[in-house]
């Protein structure tokens, strides 16, 4: 029992229902968005503290033992991703501070964030899987109204799109549990765990393994990604950095622990489902960030290239690739984040989001292009920088398990994000000045560039330091690769 | 019991799928809601229909239906009900800022 695991959760959620009385006073909203998100992290950092040292916290609320009660568990990896989740968001709220509009800061822009936020936090630490449906939702809700706050017309029509989408997945996730429930009879995902391995994963359950991994993957937007790259380009830079760095990755995050906790047993059935789907997703994104000339296009098709690489992590399973992966995915969040800040950054400066009418900007913007150059060889994964460790231990893990074809498609959807980036920093940067008349200078407002910096410094940091970040990431694989250290910390106190 | 609450689950299901597929936005949304229903029986259905007293110890009965799957229908409800609202205001907004309910027109890349 230790009560401070809900605090991660509990500080958004009250600073939300704080900041809608406040929704007109724009400064007051701005300060007490930043302190909430500080004091998070001071949260986080107590919470790692404590798991580094004593292995897994658990917290049952209102002291009902589970698997009666809902039970929050904060293993390694929840609590790594927990802290990512919250410096990706210090590094939006920064961005958004002068770029989002006073219209859309007097309409509950920070609430929805600090909405936004409780769902994703709520997701990675939850150990029951209703609660963790009911962590979506409030995170899906708040994205709806996040995506569409503005309202134009191009807003309006593809949050249509985007909410059919979430409605439909999420209907398939109740019905998956329902079938879950009448199957084994419970919903706490230790107690899930023990049930299944005492049934055998037959017929029945290898069935409800695939519907979640169906939900999972509409969530992540692993191979079923036909929505990502029409609704992630409507809403302002901002959102799209929060989307972008979170939305998918809890997806990803609730299909590692699913077929890591509770599905693997049969991983000759369902790891080979996920492999193809992960092959599909690297080279149908490779194709879309080659195809198109459209800024926001080509860095929302690198986000489906990264989720099919994390998957391909998730579909090897060993303790290497699992490792890599964990180490992977916090790089990817930070870097992606920071990738559509930089995205926006160049899109405003030259006034039009297509590269073809792009140019010259290294003259006028020299640090916005070194940045994005530094942050384009971080996504490849070039040594100092951080996407490196992470692909270099998936990529051995493949090879160990002889998946060749896999770990081949995976390296070469690294070179295919080096040239869709390197595409856009010699088409935005380098070539002549624009067919379109020169736009003055923009000058930003110092806080998007802190948050551009600061986020780069920590991409640089995670490289440079990652024998530091490994030993907390080989701690969270190790939850990964044994069940059994999860199931003894939340069923027996 | 269960087997014909499985058919008419799955006859929700059907009607859903094809009012989804449809073009008109209010259609999809009843679309989503039958689905919704679906969802719901079929978490009461899988838990088992015993025949039991309601779950309210009041009853002082012998077995009791399970209550559990209710606590998660009543959940899932509300929040079904939630997104509906919001789906429906939505399709409201965008039927006066675009001029159309017809989903085939809600192509296109331009901001006009």
Redesign the interface.
């Known amino acids: 029992m230790n009560n401070l695991i809900v605090l991660p959760l509990l500080i958004p959620l009250i600073t939300a229902v704080i900041l809608i009385f406040l929704s007109k006073r724009v400064k007051a909203q701005r300060w007490i968005s930043l302190i909430s998100i500080l004091l998070n992290g001071g949260s986080v950092v107590l919470i790692m503290n404590q798991v580094q040292e004593k292995g897994i916290q658990t917290l049952y609320m209102s002291g009902w033992l589970p698997p009666y009660g809902i039970v929050f568990v904060a293993d390694m990896f929840a609590v790594l991703l927990v802290m990512t989740t919250v410096i990706v968001a210090a590094g939006c709220l920064l961005y958004s501070f002068r770029t989002i509009g006073e219209e859309r800061e007097k309409y509950y822009f920070y609430p929805f964030f600090q909405f936004l936020l409780a769902g994703v936090i709520g997701s990675f630490l939850t150990g029951d899987l209703f609660n963790l449906f009911v962590c979506f939702e409030v995170m899906l809700i708040s994205s709806y109204a996040l995506i569409v706050l503005g309202g134009t017309k191009r807003q309006l029509r593809e949050t249509l799109k985007y909410m059919l989408i979430n409605i439909i997945s999420s209907a398939l996730f109740v019905a998956s549990m329902a079938y879950l429930y009448g199957v084994v009879g419970t919903l706490n995902m230790a107690h899930l765990s023990v049930r299944v391995a005492e049934a055998g994963q037959g017929g029945l359950l290898s069935v409800i393994a695939i519907m979640l991994l169906v939900v999972f993957s509409l969530k992540a937007g692993l191979f079923l990604f036909f929505w990502l790259p029409g609704s992630y380009r409507v809403p302002p830079t901002a959102v799209i950095a929060l989307f972008g760095a979170l939305l998918t990755k809890v997806g990803l995050y609730a299909m590692i622990r699913t077929f890591t906790l509770i599905f693997y047993h049969d991983q000759g059935f369902t790891h080979n489902i996920i492999a193809w789907m992960a092959i599909a997703t690297m080279v149908l994104g490779g194709i879309g960030a080659v195809a198109y000339k459209d800024l926001y296009r080509i860095l929302n098709y690198n986000v489906v290239i990264s989720v099919g690489f994390i998957a391909f992590g998730l579909a090897v399973a060993t303790k290497d690739s699992l490792d890599g992966t964990v180490l992977y995915l916090i790089h990817d969040m930070i870097a992606k984040a920071l990738m559509f800040i930089l995205g926006g950054m160049i899109i405003s400066a030259a006034g039009t989001s297509k590269l073809g009418e792009m140019g010259g900007l290294i003259k006028r913007y020299p640090l916005l292009g070194w940045m994005f150059f530094i942050l384009a060889l971080a996504l490849v994964g070039i040594p100092p920088l951080s996407g490196f460790p992470g692909k270099v231990l998936m990529v051995r893990g493949g090879l160990a398990e002889g998946e060749y074809l896999l770990t081949a498609i995976a390296v070469a959807s690294s070179l295919i994000v080096l040239y869709s980036l390197m595409r856009v920093f010699i088409g935005a940067f380098w070539r002549e000045d624009p067919l379109l008349p020169v736009q003055e200078k923009k000058k930003w407002h110092s806080s998007a560039y802190v948050s551009a910096i600061g986020l780069l410094v920590l991409v640089i940091g995670l490289g440079v330091g990652s024998e530091w970040i490994y030993s907390f990431a080989g701690q969270a694989a190790e939850v990964l690769t044994d069940p059994s250290i999860y199931i003894e910390a939340v069923l027996k106190e | 019991m269960e087997l014909y609450m499985s058919i008419a689950i799955g006859v929700l299901f059907a009607v859903g799928v094809y009012l ?1 597929l449809s073009k008109s ?1 209010l259609r ?1 949304i009843l679309g ?1 809601s039958l ?2 229903h ?3 029986l ?2 009461l ?4 229909l015993k025949t039991g007293a309601a779950p309210l110890l009041g009853e002082q009965a012998e077995t009791y239906v399970d209550p ?2 209710q606590a ?1 229908i009543l ?2 409800i509300v ?2 009900f ?2 509906t609202s ?2 429906f205001v ?2 409201y ?2 039927y006066q ?2 001029g159309t309910d017809d ?1 085939e027109e ?1 192509r296109g890349e331009e ?2």
């Open positions: 989804i936005i999809i989503t689905i919704s679906g969802v719901h079929l978490l259905t899988t838990a088992k559990l799957p998660l959940t899932s929040i079904s939630g997104v919001f789906f939505l399709a907004k965008a800022r675009l989903m809600l901001d006009e």
